[in-house]
């Protein structure tokens, strides 16, 4: 498995209403990020300040000029699910992500468990 390219589709493939926030998360931006919590309404993410209806895409992603990556505005206050991602093998197959190998795509039980591993620090371990 490669390292993380931040080529950004899982970014782009779940911020237009495929990503949830817990409501600690909400009450964390409400004090601490009023600039990300006014992109919340009804405990929906990334809904439009002035419209109140579903952005097609986060409002904190950054396409890097002239380069195939993206950075996030709010890294380290981002959503668990931003920070959970890729939870799996078949996730990341369905998502085309470029972290995958072919190795990865013929032993994907073993794929899993380094993905797993990768992710210790980021989340728990998926199935646990």
């Keep these: 498995m490669k390292e993380c390219t931040q080529c950004g ?6 911020s237009d209403g495929g990503l949830s ?3 600690d998360e909400i009450a964390m931006w409400q004090l601490f990020r009023p600039d990300v919590a006014e ?9 439009s300040p002035q419209s ?5 895409l986060c409002p904190f992603l950054r396409k890097v000029p002239e380069q195939n990556i993206y ?5 380290y206050d981002r959503p668990d699910d931003c920070k959970f991602y890729p939870v799996t093998i078949k996730q990341m197959i369905g998502d085309e992500c470029e972290m995958l190998e072919d190795d990865d795509l013929k032993h994907p039980e073993k794929a899993q468990q380094t993905l797993d591993r990768l992710m ?8 646990k």
């Design 71 to 75: 950075t996030c505005d709010i890294y």
């Design 120 to 127: 210790a620090d980021s989340r728990p371990a998926f199935g």
């Design 21 to 23: 926030a817990t409501d």
């Design 9 to 14: 589709k899982c970014c782009t493939k779940y």
């Design 39 to 47: 992109y919340v309404k009804a405990g929906l993410i990334w809904m």
């Design 52 to 56: 109140g209806k579903q952005l097609s």
